[in-house]
Structure formats: C-alpha cells, structure tokens
C-alpha cells in the first residue's frame, strides 16, 4: 500500500465496542454514543416517514405526499412485483446472494469476487467501519453529507475529522494524511454536486494511504457520470451503489460495493449471515433484467427536475444547482416551513438542520402533477 499503510481489516477486541472488559450492569447501556440529531449519533435524521411524528398529526404514511426521500418516482421496473409476488418467503436466502452477486458482476463489468450485497448501502456503510476502522483511527468525512459515515465511525471508537471539501482550484484545509477512511459522496447528499475524476484524484492526494469510500448511490441519476470503476486497481477503493434509489425499492433495503476481492472478503466477515433478504434477492435480479427501462425513467427524471428548479426560479426561491434529482432550497428556517408543509398540505420535505443547513431544505423531484402540488403549498409561504 502507498507510504506503508496497513488496510488489514480490524480485530475485534474486548474493550472494543464498551471500554471496558468487564460486563456491563443490565441497567446501563453498554455504548456511549453522541445523542444528539445530525452528529452522526442514534439521533441522526433522514428522509422518509416518521410514523410517530404522522400519527401525532392524525395522519397515515399513505396521506403524505413524500418529497424527503430522493428515490425514482416512476416506480419499480417491469417484472419487480411479480418476482416479489413468485419469491418463497418460506425457505432462508442464499446467505451470500450469489445469484444477485454474479448479477450485479455482469451489470458493472467486473468478477464477482469484487461485488458484496447488502440490506442497503447504510448496512455496507456499518459493515466498512466495523471492518477497517480501530480504536483511535482518524477517519475523514467531506460534507456536509450524510451523516451515517461519521456515526459508524464514532461506534468504532474512531476520530471524525469532518472537511468542507473545497471547489476546484481551491486550496485543501490542513486534513490528516495519517487516516485510515475517507469517506466522500458523490454525488453529494444534499447538495447534488458531483466531483469529476480530476477532482477526486486531486481530493486522494490530502490522505494517500487512506481507503477511500465513494459513495455513489445517487450516480445513476447523473446525466454523464465519469467511469469510477478504475480506481478499484489501486486496491484502496470501495465504490458504495445502491438499487433501492433509482429502482424505486426503498423498502426492500439492497445496496453493493465494488472493491479489491480482499476488501470484499473483509467486508462478508463483517456482515451478518441472510443480511440481504429473499425478496430483496428476487427484486434485484428482476430489476437487473429489465433495467433498460429504469435507464428511461432516469432520462425523464432528468427533465422533470430541470423543469422544477426552474419553476422555483420563476418564482423566487434560491435554488441550488444539482446533477442529481434532488434540489436544495433557501428557506429561511426550514424547519418551520418543513412542519407547516406537512401539517397544512401533507407535503413532506427534508429540513437540513442536521447537515449544518438550517435555512435549507431539499425535495426529491416527483412526477409533474405532484410537482405542481407542492409548487401551490410552497408558494403560501412566499
């Protein structure tokens, strides 16, 4: 490895997970983790329903029209309900998910031995930390983004030193070489902004011997992405994807990585068996099967979301520019406006309060009609 560093997968200790060899009293929690909302602690918030916060208001998940999360809203590809419907939930699932795996393999161009599944990109997220970050290990986190990198990170024991990841030509912070883990999304949840690889080669300059994570579970949506996959010969790279944003399966949780066959086989000690579920296994080959048609609907996607950002230009809201299908908008306080949209439209929004963007929320574009229906409720508040 470069300048010497060592990416064997981490051991397991006694004093790990608790700080201390001896067992904990029942009554007291055995980690001690940060608390609060968006520090990357049990409190981190994401989009999605909240059903205890839907209930309080006398509303049903199935009443609100969801904006928070940035997933395809055309749905599944044709054959996904009816895998669904066909698959045996009697019987356990392949505890590797060969089938997806060697799936997967032929969809990206590379050997099976470099694909791991998992129940969303979050668990491999987890299952990264757990495998390669000790006690004390620094590991980098450019944001603002998505907070499960640093909350992984933080139950390992690990140091999160967080960069504001510059624009290009911009000079870099003073950021440790000596960490084990960067973590950078790209494209970036919440800003939409997508790094070219010049970029990215420019960034792995400010930690060399780093295992670098690129998160790109939002890269399907990018018009013309650049071919990341190779930078899996350097054997320091994990490419995190995702089937659940851009083939409408949320629910279903199914995420891969590709990597160094020894980084994937770090990363399969380090999941639980049957991680990846039966009907998750049957979804995602029929969605491999028929994603020509997910490749149509991301086309159209495309344009809806111009045609939003533009609309909310017209009307006068500061919008971000996105290569992704998710906008951020200037607000104000955002979490008041989040609470009235869902209260008074049963419209829901992500507040970006634990991104450090509290003036800011970000939509996930829909189809035109429930574009429009938000355009109307936003337009109250003007």
Not at 105 to 119: N, T, Y
Not at 162 to 183: D, K, L, S, T, V
Not at 191 to 201: I, K, L, N, S, W
Not at 255 to 270: E, F, K, P, Q, S
Request: with cysteine.
């Amino acid at each position: 490895m470069a300048d010497g560093e060592d990416l064997t997968p981490s051991s397991p200790s006694p004093t790990r997970r608790g700080g201390n060899a001896s067992s904990p009293s029942l009554a007291e929690p055995v980690l001690s983790l940060p608390k609060e909302k968006g520090a990357g602690g049990l409190g981190e918030i994401h989009g999605g329903p909240n059903e205890a916060e839907l209930a309080s208001l006398g509303l049903w998940p199935e009443d609100v029209l969801d904006f928070s999360a940035s997933t395809n809203p055309f749905g599944p590809p044709p054959g996904v309900i009816e895998a669904l419907a066909a698959c045996d939930v009697t019987r356990y699932p392949d505890r590797r998910a060969t089938r997806l795996r060697e799936a997967l393999a032929r969809h990206e161009g590379v050997s099976p031995d470099q694909v791991i599944v998992g129940g969303g990109a979050t668990q491999l997220i987890w299952a990264i930390a757990a495998a390669f970050l000790r006690p004390g290990d620094t590991a980098l986190v450019f944001g603002p983004t998505f907070g499960e990198y640093a909350a992984a990170g933080r139950l390992m024991d690990a140091q999160i030193v967080a960069c504001n990841a510059p624009g290009a030509g911009e000079a870099p912070g003073a950021w440790p070489r000596a960490a084990r883990i960067a973590w950078l999304c790209n494209p970036n949840n919440p800003t939409g902004v997508y790094r070219d690889a010049a970029e990215v080669a420019w960034l792995r300059k400010a930690a060399p011997a780093a295992l670098w994570v690129l998160d790109e579970a939002y890269r399907p949506f990018v018009t013309e992405p650049w071919d990341s996959r190779s930078l899996l010969a350097d054997g320091k790279t994990i490419l995190l994807r995702s089937l659940t944003k851009d083939c409408a399966l949320p629910g279903l949780r199914l995420g891969y990585a590709l990597a160094a066959a020894t980084i994937v086989a770090a990363l399969d000690r380090a999941l639980p068996p049957w991680s990846v579920s039966a009907p998750a296994i049957a979804a995602g080959l029929a969605a491999l099967r028929s994603y020509a048609a997910v490749r149509a609907s991301l086309l159209a996607l495309r344009a809806e979301t111009a045609w939003l950002r533009a609309a909310l230009l017209e009307r006068g809201w500061r919008v971000s520019s996105s290569a992704t299908n998710f906008l951020l908008i200037e607000v104000g306080d955002a979490a008041a406006l989040r609470q009235r949209l869902l209260a008074e439209h049963r419209i829901q929004v992500r507040n970006c309060a634990s991104f450090g963007m509290p003036d800011f929320i970000r939509i996930g574009t829909r189809t035109r009609p429930e574009n429009e229906r938000l355009l109307v409720a936003l337009g109250a508040y003007r």
